[in-house]
């Protein structure tokens, strides 16, 4: 039961390729139960769960996001190594998709509200960002999850 004097918090964790799962859930709070996002202190996401909560929070359409996935699943699939064979540029189509679909004011939208989870590489810690200065700076925390931790294993 939610607590509405406590307030709550929405999470959408880690899940690499299965991202598009966020999505539809973050899609269904919407359309079912706008009140859990509209009324939540905080949205936090980690890896691909950032991704949709960047759209989510952030003024994005969550319909373009899930198409814009099954693109990216479809473009990989096109090749020998999937999202592993050379040609496949995963850091270009997740930044053309974040910037055609996010508006220019995303980060005021997503500032104090949307929190992004990242490991700091230099001693494993967990950090939390969720002060953005530009789209551009959603973008590219968005990219450094969905790219450096997947392919890296950091």
């Known amino acids: 039961m939610l607590d509405r004097e406590r307030g709550w918090s929405v999470s959408f964790a880690g ?4 991202g598009v799962y966020h999505i539809g859930a973050a899609t269904c709070l919407q359309e079912r139960a706008p009140h859990v ?10 890896s691909a769960g950032a991704l ?14 899930c198409a ?15 999202p592993l064979h050379p ?8 930044r053309d998709g974040l910037m055609r679909n996010l508006p220019e004011n995303t980060h005021q939208l997503s500032s104090g ?7 700091r590489v230099s001693d494993g810690k967990n950090a939390l960002i969720s002060n953005f200065n530009s789209k551009e700076e959603v ?7 969905a790219t450096v931790k997947s392919f890296c294993n950091l």
């Not at 899940?15 to 299965?18: D, H, I, R, S």
């Not at 040609?87 to 997740?94: D, E, M």
């Not at 509200?113 to 490991?119: E, G, K, M, P």
């Not at 973008?139 to 999850?145: G, N, P, Y």
Request: aromatic residues 6%; positive net charge; proline residues 0%.
């Open 52 to 65: 949709a909560g960047a759209v989510l929070v952030g003024g994005g359409s969550l319909a373009q996001a």
């Open 15 to 18: 899940c690499g390729f299965l």
């Open 37 to 46: 996002i509209r009324d939540a202190r905080h949205i936090y996401g980690a």
């Open 68 to 82: 814009d996935v099954l693109s990216l699943a479809k473009e990989a699939r096109k090749r020998n190594l999937g």
């Open 113 to 119: 509200r949307l929190c992004i989870s990242l490991t």
């Open 139 to 145: 973008v590219q925390v968005c990219l450094f999850l």
């Open 87 to 94: 040609s496949f540029n995963v850091i270009k189509i997740i």
